[in-house]
């Protein structure tokens, strides 16, 4: 069975521009969460979707948006790049919401000059 | 922000030896996860132990969690130069109703001397 994907693997943008990274979740998942790891730090929790739904959302500005599809997948937006989003970015997936275990794909690297 | 803490931040071992790594929280949790990373890529689930649970096993894997502590701690058993990696304590806290929110650590990074 295919874990979860991720694409694309690596990105570069320059300031200002935005962004769109997308995650297909393991088959028969519901819920995707994404999270930022900035390098030397752990991942910090984004956003979490379940049935198509925002359930949960992180300390991150408002030009950080997403969206799950009706087949479950995701897209992270980013709008009006900073040099202080370069990271990598993970998408995770859960049968349910709640207190299960995440499945986390490969991650898109981001960088931003 | 960091809920979880761990310590040491590095650690170096030779092959063969046991490698212990600490991590300490700050609220009430539902569980508390380890995960595994390698090179900086994807985050491989290793153990989950429920707030109501003190010890796991799994394979050379022994998980212990002390609720009154706050802590929990992570043993590798009989450590391969494979182990090498950085790895993470996530826990994770209720965010409204059933929502739940992993919340990591920094990591400890773990080498394994062949």
């Known amino acids: 069975d295919a874990g979860v994907t991720q694409s694309p693997t690596h990105l570069i943008k320059t300031r200002g521009q935005q962004v769109t990274l997308r995650c297909s979740p393991i088959?028969?998942?519901?819920?995707v969460s994404w999270y930022q790891q900035v390098l030397g730090q752990g991942p910090q929790f984004i956003f979490q979707?379940?049935?198509?739904?925002?359930?949960g959302r992180g300390n991150f500005p408002d030009r950080f948006s997403a969206r799950q599809f009706p087949n479950y997948s995701s897209e992270l937006n980013v709008n009006a790049l900073l040099l202080g989003d370069s990271a990598l970015y993970l998408c995770a997936s859960s049968f349910e919401i709640g207190k299960n275990i995440q499945y986390f794909g490969a991650g898109t690297r981001l960088s931003v000059l | 922000s960091q809920q979880g803490e761990e310590d040491p931040q590095a650690l170096s071992i030779q092959e063969g030896e046991n490698a212990t790594m600490n991590c300490s929280y700050k609220t009430s949790i539902n569980n508390l996860q380890w995960y595994r990373q390698n090179s900086g890529r994807g985050l491989v689930h290793l153990i989950l132990i429920r707030s109501n649970e003190r010890e796991k096993h799994s394979g050379r894997l022994r998980v212990t969690l002390d609720t009154s502590k706050k802590s929990s701690s992570l043993l590798i058993t009989a450590s391969r130069a494979a182990d090498t990696a950085s790895y993470f304590c996530?826990?994770?806290?209720?965010?409204?109703?059933?929502?739940?929110?992993?919340?990591f650590g920094k990591g400890i990074t773990l080498s394994v001397r062949p």
């Open positions: 088959s028969g998942h519901k819920s």
């Open positions: 996530a826990t994770s806290q209720t965010i409204t109703g059933a929502n739940s929110k992993l919340t």
């Open positions: 979707y379940y049935e198509k739904e925002e359930r």
